[in-house]
């Protein structure tokens, strides 16, 4: 529990309410309700064990605050998460009460259990331990089947081993969703790829005999995308895409708009991950803090690579 003030509110509530959500307790000396609901606070913050973080203003001493929040009775609890107010009580609530509304927005303790195992993967995959994150992996998925992201960190981890029939099984559930993330069908299509080059005689063909077929026939766009696949499956991205601009642009709903999906996956599986803070394309927080700005994301190379393609398809399509 922290007491907070105007000058440690933006910290101790708004920026760590970003990672945990914070419980904001008004309350004032005089008041006999608050002295009774403070217990019982402070006794759900220790039973949820880092779930949430509770904080307690002195509504007397931080009147711009209280009005800034509208408090018009003591005591007021608010909830906030991301910055935000999301849920509040007045009054001296019963604990039973307190919970409902704690559990209707804090995460999950499996939820948590998953996280943490996904940072630990995170880790030992910058260590260049492979096998202790995939183990971390599976373990954050073990814990909660609904982690999207440990689901997607495994899948490209098992593309990645070749392991394809057991990507295959983890990516099925999210292709019945709709629509289907963009992520997830981007692995499938890098899953579709590999399949073609393990499975496809022309797998083995050198790309100079695909050159050849092309050279005869410029609509040959069995020969493109199959040379397109080949290309994405050795993770040469912007040849991949060059092929399958060459389809776009001369017909772009051949077999059902595959060379455009498989395009735009390419984008998405190549796209630099946002920088860390929460900041957006216009290098803004969610707060709208400027952090780096527009110049340091237009140096960033693969970002520049990802907006030039983007630039393409868009003109191949119009």
Not at 49 to 70: I, M, P, S, Y
Not at 71 to 85: E, F, R
Not at 106 to 130: K, W
Request: aromatic fraction near 6%; glycine fraction near 6%; proline fraction near 6%.
């Amino acid at each position: 529990m922290i007491d907070v003030t105007l000058e440690n509110f933006e910290a101790e509530v708004i920026a760590a309410s970003m990672v945990t959500p914070v419980l904001v307790d008004f309350w004032a000396p005089w008041c006999a309700p608050c002295k009774s609901l403070s217990p019982v606070l402070e006794k759900l913050e220790v039973a949820y064990a880092g779930r949430f973080n509770l904080v307690k203003v002195n509504a007397d001493d931080e009147q711009q605050l209280t009005q800034a929040f509208g408090v018009k009775s003591l005591p007021t609890c608010i909830l906030m998460v991301g910055g935000k107010p999301v849920d509040g009580f007045m009054g001296a609530q019963p604990e039973g009460q307190i919970k409902q509304l704690l559990d209707k927005h804090l995460p999950s303790v499996e939820f948590l259990q998953a996280q943490a195992a996904a940072q630990e993967a995170h880790q030992h995959l910058q260590a260049g331990d492979h096998d202790s994150a995939r183990a971390a992996l599976e373990n954050a998925l073990a814990n909660d089947p609904g982690n999207d992201d440990a689901r997607y960190d495994l899948i490209k981890m098992l593309l990645n081993a070749a392991e394809l029939t057991e990507a295959a099984a983890l990516l099925a559930p999210t292709l019945s969703r709709i629509p289907v993330p963009l992520r997830f069908e981007a692995l499938k299509q890098m899953l579709n790829a590999l399949e073609f080059v393990t499975t496809d005689p022309r797998g083995e063909w050198p790309l100079e005999k695909f050159d050849a077929l092309i050279a005869q026939n410029k609509r040959d766009f069995e020969s493109r995308f199959a040379k397109s696949r080949l290309l994405m499956a050795a993770g040469d991205w912007t040849a991949s895409m060059e092929e399958l601009l060459e389809i776009i642009m001369r017909d772009k709903q051949w077999d059902n708009e595959a060379p455009r999906k498989t395009f735009v996956a390419i984008l998405e599986l190549i796209s630099p991950p946002a920088p860390d803070g929460g900041v957006d394309g216009s290098g803004k927080t969610a707060g709208g803090i400027e952090l780096t700005g527009n110049t340091a994301l237009q140096e960033n190379p693969q970002a520049l690579l990802v907006a030039s393609y983007r630039r393409k398809l868009s003109m191949a399509l119009n």
